[in-house]
C-alpha cells in the first residue's frame, strides 16, 4: 500500500514532531517550552502504532508468506537499527570524558549487547557520557523498536488466528483484543507506572485499531466523514468528562487513516526517500550532544535549529547509504 496515499508525509511528520518535542524535553531550557509540543512524542509514536497496525497487518494480508514476510520487515528496520547503535557507541568516545581504555570498557560492551538486543531498558547509559544532561540515556527512542517486533512476530499468528472467519467474527475477536490491552494498561498505569504501561501488550490496542480499520475499510471509506465526526466528539468528550484514554485510540486511528486517504496533495512526498525512520533513529544522541556541549545555552533557538538541521542530514544520509542500498531489491515498501 505505497501509492495513493500520505502515509509518507504522516510519518514524517510524526518523527519531527518526536524530534522537536525531545528537544524541548532534554534541553532543559525554559524558553523552548510548550506543553503540546513536549507531549507529542509519546502521541506521535501511537500514530506509529496505528499505521504500522493498518500497514503491516495488509501486508502480510497480501503476502501471505512468513518466510517473505519476516525477511522485508528485517530489511526494513534491522540495518538501520544496528547502525545507529554501533554508529554512536563508537563516535561518543569524542564527547566523553574518560580516555579510550575508560570508555571501550565492560560496561561499553554491555550496553553495545544490550542495545543490539533491544534490550535497551538494561543499559540505556554509556558511563562518562552524558553524564551531566538531563538525563543520560544514550537513545532514549529506541524503546519502540522492540515494540514494533513484538508486534511484527504476532501478526502471522493473528492472521492465520483470524483466518476463514467472518468479518463479524474478526471485529469481534479484534474488540476483546482492545479491551485486555486497555484494561492492562490502565491497570500498570494506575498501579505500577506509566511507562510500563506503554509497553506491549499495552500498546496492542493502537495496532489494534489500525488493523480494525484494515479489516473495515470498505466501510471507513463509505462514512468516513461521518466516523471522523463521531470520532472526534467521542475524543473532546472523553478528554474533558472522562480522560481514562478508552477511545482515544479510536479516535487517534480515525483521523490517521481518514487524512492518509484524504484527497492533501501528499501523494508524492516520499518521492526522494522515507526519511522518517532514520531521523526517529538518530535525533536522540544528536540532541544529547548538543546539550552536553551547550549549543542550547549559547545559540538559544539558533542552535535549536541548528540541531534539527544536522538531523534531517543525518537522515538523509543515512537513508542513502543503509536503508535505501537494503530496500533496492525489494518490490513494495511499506
Known amino acids: 500500500m505505497k501509492h495513493n496515499n500520505n502515509f509518507d508525509f504522516l510519518r514524517f511528520l510524526f518523527s519531527f514532531l518526536v524530534v522537536i518535542g525531545h ?20 502521541y506521535s509514536v501511537y500514530s506509529f502504532f ?14 501471505k508468506n ?24 563508537i563516535i561518543l568516545f569524542g564527547f566523553s570524558t574518560t580516555d579510550i581504555k575508560g570508555y571501550f570498557s565492560l560496561e561499553w560492551i554491555k550496553y553495545l549487547f544490550a542495545n543490539l538486543t533491544f534490550a535497551n ?9 552524558f553524564s551531566n544532561n538531563t538525563g543520560c540515556a544514550v537513545n532514549g ?15 502471522p499468528i493473528l492472521y492465520y488466528f483470524l483466518n476463514k472467519k467472518t468479518l463479524k467474527t474478526k471485529n469481534v475477536i479484534l474488540v476483546v483484543f482492545y479491551l485486555l490491552s486497555f484494561t492492562y494498561s490502565y491497570f500498570i498505569e494506575k498501579h505500577f507506572s506509566y511507562e510500563m504501561s506503554k509497553q506491549l501488550p499495552g500498546s496492542l490496542k493502537y495496532f489494534i485499531i489500525g488493523i480494525l480499520l484494515y479489516l473495515n475499510f470498505d466501510f471507513f471509506t ?13 475524543g473532546i468528550l472523553e478528554f474533558y468528562f472522562f480522560p481514562i484514554g478508552f477511545f482515544f485510540p479510536l479516535f ?30 538518530i535525533h536522540f544522541p544528536i540532541i544529547q550532544i548538543f546539550v552536553q556541549e551547550k549549543v542550547y545555552d549559547r545559540y538559544s533557538f539558533m542552535g535549536l535549529i541548528a540541531s534539527y538541521i544536522v ?7 543515512l537513508w542513502k547509504l543503509i536503508e535505501s542500498p537494503f530496500l533496492r531489491k525489494r518490490k513494495t515498501i511499506v
Open 23 to 42: 528537544s524541548l524535553i532534554l534541553s532543559g531550557k525554559p524558553e523552548f517550552w510548550n506543553d503540546f509540543l513536549a507531549a507529542m512524542p509519546n
Open 50 to 63: 496505528v499505521i504500522s497496525g493498518f500497514l503491516i497487518y495488509s501486508s502480510f494480508d497480501r503476502l
Open 66 to 89: 512468513i518466510k517473505i514476510y519476516a525477511k522485508n520487515r528485517a530489511k526494513r528496520i534491522l540495518p538501520a537499527y544496528f547502525f545507529t547503535v554501533i554508529f554512536f557507541a
Open 121 to 129: 531498558f538494561l543499559k540505556p547509559c554509556i558511563p562518562f557520557v
Open 141 to 155: 527512542s529506541l524503546w519502540t523498536i522492540k515494540v514494533e517486533i513484538m508486534f511484527y512476530a504476532f501478526i
Open 222 to 234: 463509505r462514512y468516513k466523514m461521518r466516523l471522523l465526526f463521531y470520532a472526534i466528539i467521542m
Open 252 to 281: 487517534l486511528g480515525v483521523v490517521i487513516i481518514w487524512f492518509a486517504f484524504s484527497k492533501v496533495p501528499l501523494q508524492n512526498f516520499g518521492k526522494y526517500g522515507d526519511f522518517s525512520y532514520g531521523m526517529y533513529l
Open 311 to 317: 538531523i534531517i542530514i543525518f537522515s538523509i544520509v
